[in-house]
């Protein structure tokens, strides 16, 4: 017989209202509890000539694949192993540089045995993610971070909501916090993530920037009809005005439409110029000059270290 529902539209916002809450509680609970032995944990990680490899059974498998993947790509050379596919010939992923972080609320988790017992026989440490430091796991640990006993937000306190919340945020924790002991940069990032938004965003301007001939520049002194030319051969919409090769100002087709009058081939690129034109350093990132073009309203930055212009970006560059 079919199972029917009554939903409950109150009690539906109220429970998702009261999970948030529980495992926010229970994270602000886990930052307090965080002491010298988080720091040992991170020196351990930090000493081993080898890879992290990263084990848990079921939803703890889960977080810990997660784990894995964020330590990779933050300059942690890392791995995810299957406790159970271990036993069966996965071991062989492990060799003696490496550590071994392992994930298990109980710590009784029988699938860990014998990647523990492997782990221990050829001396990797093993750095513990448990609620209870006296299970075999714990035991078994050379350093056990330890979960503070709360309830799972599951109504019925079985589903592993909290202590896998709680466990993804200590696994981020040790990656942050090895990232930063290596001094890993923005171009470390953006090497590791070619691809997508991610690495679009750390590229800097210097990696996209118009240059040498194909800047649109004219000196103060030239008349308008070079700077015409320049600005219809280059079509970035603009001119960068020099003086003895320091930047001045910018002429903009804004601009000639504004100025446009009988005499205007007369005119010499000072008479239009708009002094102090905004600039970018080259260092700056691509998502940095995005922004800055929309908080001011315009499609162009020349690119300087100084005062001399060595390239310049337009909007559609950063596209």
């Known amino acids: 017989m079919k199972k029917t529902f009554r939903f409950d539209s109150q009690q539906a916002l109220r429970q998702g209202v009261d999970t948030v809450r529980q495992e ?22 930090l000493s081993i000539e080898g890879r992290v490899g990263v084990t848990g ?24 192993i299957h406790p159970a596919e271990a036993s069966h010939g996965d071991l062989g992923m492990m060799t003696p540089r490496d550590a071994l972080v392992a994930i298990s609320n109980s710590g009784n988790t029988a699938e860990l045995g014998d990647i523990l017992f ?22 078994h640990a050379d350093h056990c971070l330890v979960l503070p006993t709360v309830h799972e937000a599951c109504p019925l306190d079985c589903a592993p909501t909290t202590s896998t919340t709680m466990s ?9 916090a090895l990232m930063q002991a290596r001094g890993f940069t923005p171009e470390d990032f953006k090497s590791f993530h070619p691809g997508g938004s991610l690495g679009q965003k750390l590229l800097r301007v210097r990696d996209i920037m118009h240059t040498g001939t194909a800047v649109p520049l004219c000196d103060i002194h030239d008349p308008m009809s ?6 219809s051969k280059k079509m970035l919409g603009c001119v960068g005005v020099t003086d003895h090769g ?34 970018i350093d080259v260092g700056a990132t691509v998502e940095q000059a995005r922004r800055m073009m929309k908080e001011r ?12 212009s060595v390239g310049i970006v337009h909007i559609h560059d950063l596209e």
């Open 24 to 45: 926010g509680e229970a994270l602000l609970q886990l930052s307090r509890s965080l002491d010298d032995n988080f720091t040992r944990c991170v020196q351990c990680l």
């Open 57 to 80: 059974m079921g939803k703890s498998g889960h977080i810990a694949r997660k784990i894995a993947a964020t330590m990779a790509s933050t300059g942690t050379p890392a791995y995810f």
């Open 118 to 139: 492997y782990a221990q026989a050829h001396a990797l440490p093993v750095v513990a993610i448990t609620s209870n430091p006296q299970s075999p796991l714990g035991k």
């Open 226 to 231: 070079i700077v015409i030319v320049e600005m």
């Open 297 to 308: 309203k315009v499609t162009s930055f020349f690119v300087l270290p100084g005062d001399m």
């Open 168 to 176: 993804l945020a200590l696994g981020d924790a040790l990656a942050m």
């Open 246 to 279: 320091r930047l001045v100002g910018i002429i903009t087709d804004g601009d000639l439409r504004r100025a446009m009058c009988p005499d205007l081939l007369t005119k010499t690129a000072d008479e239009l110029m708009t002094v102090h034109p905004y600039t």
